[in-house]
Nanobody, 124 residues
Framework: QVHLMESGGGSVQPGGSLRLSCAIS????????MGWSRQAPGKAREFVAT????????DYADSVRDRFTISRDIANKMVYLQMNSLKPEDTAVYYC?????????????????WGAGILVTVSA
């Protein structure tokens, strides 16, 4: 139904920046939200950021607020996550998410569809 493809991951030093991209394809229309979650080794997947596709309203986990910015490109069906002031604690596999509920990703880490994930490593 919906396919999500992440790109832009890699390795960066603490304090550095990285920009993740997510391409949306398939039957994605109507009202929905897009977002990002992440999973560190040995940890549960956790919510990072979400954006309402229709309104552009965004929300963030407290751990990344003021450092990360989520945005969208409506015409090209792209979602981005600009990550600044990166910390070692940000090291994780990051997953793009499609959420038809508008609340599921933030509240319960629910998504209708997930990307395969992309690794971000922050270390000196």
């Amino acid at each position: 139904q919906v396919h999500l493809m992440e790109s832009g991951g890699g390795s960066v030093q603490p304090g550095g920046s990285l920009r993740l991209s997510c391409a949306i394809s398939g039957r994605a229309f109507g009202r929905y939200s897009m977002g990002w979650s992440r999973q560190a080794p040995g940890k549960a997947r956790e919510f990072v950021a979400t954006i309402n596709w229709n309104t552009g309203n965004a929300d963030y986990a407290d751990s990344v607020r003021d450092r990360f910015t989520i945005s969208r490109d409506i015409a090209n069906k792209m979602v981005y996550l600009q990550m600044n002031s990166l910390k070692p604690e940000d090291t994780a596999v990051y997953y793009c998410a499609f959420d038809s509920s508008n609340y599921g990703l933030k509240l319960t880490n629910f998504a209708d569809y997930w990307g395969a994930g992309i690794l971000v490593t922050v270390s000196a």
